[in-house]
């Protein structure tokens, strides 16, 4: 466990208040006396850091995809072009194409078809009419997506690889900052909500003993940031490997809950500011 003092003294880095979260429930005794602010910037750093390999899993997921899309474009879409918000297509239409036994799709610009089968649900479907761009993926409701008037180009070979270089460009991005935004939003509400939890078990444990309650709750929102540590390091591990089975997410849990109660009950609770070991009458 090591000093007491040295471990409240001591200037942890980054990568080391990793290692320490997971591996020396002392290190917390340093850290529930910090600023707020620096267990915050923690969990920040935390989830860009973990999120560097799956985003680059992304990248070539989605590198490859556009790559083998390009590909099956340049042999089988027919050439078209749109004027003014209208698209079209000569030759004998409708044309039915099937792309990695999941996207189907039918062009007709003569509108002959004009919404996709509601009962197909085992694909994603996409039309392709003279004015607009209907998209019906498995079981949800067909969305349609009407051509800008304003818009005008060709549709071709080589139009169509310059528009997809720019897609890649812009979904990439997108991606990694979504990636990142949809993993902060979930995991600072699970902090939240078990910060919030422990809190209100310290509070009856205060009054049950009719010692006064001390109210820092900041100790228990970083107890909460530092804690979730292990579990989002084998979250990670799990999404690179692709290693799945159901009720995973219970062991997130579990390992998150443990962290928690060795903090709550070894540090938390011991504290001789906090009252706890005043002797009931």
């Given amino acids: 466990m090591g000093n007491d003092n040295n471990i409240k003294k001591e200037k942890?880095?980054?990568?080391?208040?990793?290692?320490?979260?997971?591996?020396?429930?002392?290190?917390?005794?340093?850290?529930?006396?910090?600023?707020?602010?620096?267990?915050?910037?923690?969990?920040?750093?935390?989830?860009?850091v973990l999120n560097v390999i799956p985003f680059l899993i992304y990248s070539r997921y989605m590198y490859i995809e556009i790559r083998d899309f390009n590909e099956w474009g340049g042999k089988n879409l027919p050439e078209m072009s749109v004027k003014n918000g209208i698209i079209s297509c000569d030759g004998e239409q409708p044309i039915k194409l099937v792309y990695k036994d999941f996207w189907k799709i039918t062009i007709d610009t003569n509108d002959t078809i004009k919404r996709i089968d509601p009962e197909l649900d085992d694909g994603a479907y996409i039309l392709v009419n003279s004015e607009k761009i209907s998209v019906k993926i498995l079981q949800s409701k067909q969305q349609a997506y009407y051509i800008l008037k304003e818009l005008s180009l060709e549709i071709n070979q080589e139009t169509l690889s310059e528009n997809l270089k720019k897609a890649f460009l812009i979904l990439l991005p997108l991606g990694g900052v979504l990636m990142y935004v949809m993993i902060l939003i979930t995991k600072s509400l699970q902090i939240i909500f078990f910060s919030m939890l422990f809190s209100i078990i310290f509070s009856i444990l205060c009054m049950r003993m009719k010692i006064p309650n001390p109210g820092k709750i900041n100790q228990f929102f970083i107890t909460g940031i530092y804690g979730i540590t292990a579990s989002l390091c084998l979250e990670t591990l799990m999404k690179i490997s692709g290693f799945y089975f159901s009720y995973l997410f219970l062991l997130y849990y579990g390992i998150y809950l443990y962290y928690l109660f060795q903090v709550f009950k070894n540090i938390i609770l011991k504290q001789p500011e906090m009252g706890y070991n005043i002797k009931r009458e």
């Fill in 12 to 48: 942890y880095h980054f990568f080391r208040r990793i290692v320490l979260s997971v591996t020396n429930i002392s290190a917390y005794k340093a850290y529930i006396h910090e600023p707020l602010s620096y267990a915050i910037k923690y969990f920040f750093l935390l989830i860009l």
